[in-house]
């Protein structure tokens, strides 16, 4: 449904915000793009939407380029950050907004306004300003605008970020549940992992203007492709430990750990396992990092619990009732099958 061939975009002052990028989209998908601040996701997206004009490289939405194509001709409708609604127009002139623009009678976009508006529970709010609504209503409108035109792809900026956290998760689920039923073809910004994780399809996680990895949330979540998507991806970071190969297993911060296949003698590798994927032992493990328990923290159903080794730190999880007094000795032993074990900073096997 969308294809980004070699599209690069160069700022004036010699930013390079995509570097030769590739990416292809399919029809009906949740797509997010994520990564941090500055790598290009926003510039990315608005390049679909034709607000930025591409240095080089091409763009084809349904199996027509669009590249040079201007906005209002791709059949793509954009929800941005901050909603951008018309502050003087009630509710339902918001919505019926990009009706009017493509001359369509009112009496259609009034019915097809009020039809929107019912959907998204907006009926009671139509003859309000976006000056009298909340956050979520608000948010609510800009998608009833964009669902209005029924475009075929959705754009959003980081749709949710504007919201407070309980908001946000609410809106999260009304999001996905739009996305299902519309099944129009929607790709999203976001910084934010946990959204991406819960709301998409597929996510391509994105640094310095290009695609570092591709795929479905469980695929970026239990096999991130390098150490850069392995630290952004999960809820508690990765513990990364550096380490070497040597006589058939892996000497990594003081524990002698299996190794995947054949490395060579001496190798140096990270070492990488998930704090949820971590258990602690009180007991002396020669496949644990050993260390001293320096902090403790509540995560609800959980605590994180931080070792403090030689030279090294490294996370666990452990359930309710299992914390381990503070300054005592544990060892942290990586669930078999669990870790994965990083050449040069991409993934070379799991172990
Ligand atoms: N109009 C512009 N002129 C010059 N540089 C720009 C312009 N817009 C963006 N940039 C630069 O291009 C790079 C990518 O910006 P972009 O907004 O796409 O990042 P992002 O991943 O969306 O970041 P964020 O999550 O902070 O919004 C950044 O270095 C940014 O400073």
């Known amino acids: 449904?969308?294809?980004?061939?070699?599209?690069?975009?160069?700022?004036?002052?010699?930013?390079?915000?995509?570097?030769?990028?590739?990416?292809?989209?399919?029809?009906?998908?949740?797509?997010?793009?994520?990564?941090?601040?500055?790598?290009?996701?926003?510039?990315?997206?608005?390049?679909?939407?034709?607000?930025?004009?591409?240095?080089?490289?091409?763009?084809?939405?349904?199996?027509?380029d669009v590249t040079t194509l201007a906005?209002?001709?791709?059949?793509?409708?954009?929800?941005?950050?901050?909603?951008?609604?018309?502050?003087?127009?009630?509710?339902?002139?918001?919505?019926?907004?990009?009706?009017?623009?493509?001359?369509?009678p009112r009496a259609r976009r009034e019915a097809r306004a009020a039809e929107v508006a019912d959907r998204l529970s907006l009926t009671g709010l139509l003859g309000r300003r976006p000056g009298q609504l909340s956050g979520g209503q608000q948010q609510r409108v800009a998608l009833a605008r964009a669902v209005a035109c029924r475009p075929r792809v959705f754009l959003f900026d980081e749709p949710l970020s504007n919201l407070d956290a309980r908001l946000r998760l609410e809106a999260?689920?009304?999001?996905?549940?739009?996305?299902?039923?519309?099944?129009?073809?929607?790709?999203?910004?976001?910084?934010?992992?946990?959204?991406a994780l819960a709301l998409a399809h597929r996510i391509a996680v994105m640094d310095a203007g290009r695609i570092v990895q591709v795929g479905t949330p469980a695929e970026i979540f239990h096999r991130p492709a390098t150490?850069?998507?392995?630290?952004?991806?999960?809820?508690?970071?990765?513990?990364?430990?550096?380490?070497?190969?040597?006589?058939?297993?892996?000497?990594?911060?003081?524990?002698a750990l299996p190794a995947p296949g054949d490395l060579p003698e001496g190798e140096p590798i990270v070492y990488g396992v998930r704090p949820e994927y971590t258990d602690l032992s009180a007991t002396r493990r020669d496949d644990g990092f050993p260390g001293?328990?320096?902090?403790?923290?509540?995560?609800?159903?959980?605590?994180?619990?931080?070792?403090?080794?030689?030279?090294?730190?490294?996370?666990?999880?452990?359930?309710?009732?299992r914390e381990p007094a503070v300054g005592t000795a544990?060892?942290?032993?990586?669930?078999?099958?669990?870790?994965?074990?990083?050449?040069?900073?991409?993934?070379?096997?799991?172990?």
């Open 1 to 64: 449904m969308i294809s980004v061939h070699g599209l690069t975009k160069v700022f004036p002052g010699g930013v390079r915000a995509l570097d030769s990028l590739d990416l292809d989209i399919g029809e009906g998908e949740f797509f997010a793009l994520l990564g941090p601040s500055g790598c290009g996701k926003t510039t990315l997206l608005r390049s679909i939407a034709g607000l930025e004009t591409p240095t080089s490289g091409r763009i084809g939405i349904g199996g027509t």
């Open 172 to 195: 999260r689920t009304f999001l996905k549940r739009l996305q299902d039923e519309l099944g129009v073809t929607t790709v999203f910004v976001t910084h934010d992992q946990g959204e």
């Open 330 to 351: 544990a060892w942290a032993v990586p669930r078999r099958g669990r870790a994965l074990v990083y050449r040069d900073g991409r993934l070379a096997g799991q172990a």
């Open 71 to 104: 906005p209002g001709r791709r059949d793509v409708a954009m929800v941005f950050q901050d909603y951008a609604l018309f502050p003087h127009m009630d509710v339902a002139a918001n919505i019926a907004y990009p009706l009017r623009i493509r001359k369509t």
């Open 227 to 255: 150490t850069f998507v392995a630290s952004f991806i999960g809820s508690t970071p990765m513990n990364l430990l550096p380490g070497r190969a040597g006589d058939g297993v892996l000497h990594v911060a003081g524990a």
């Open 292 to 321: 001293e328990v320096a902090v403790l923290e509540n995560l609800g159903a959980t605590t994180l619990v931080t070792l403090e080794g030689p030279d090294h730190l490294v996370q666990a999880v452990v359930g309710e009732g």
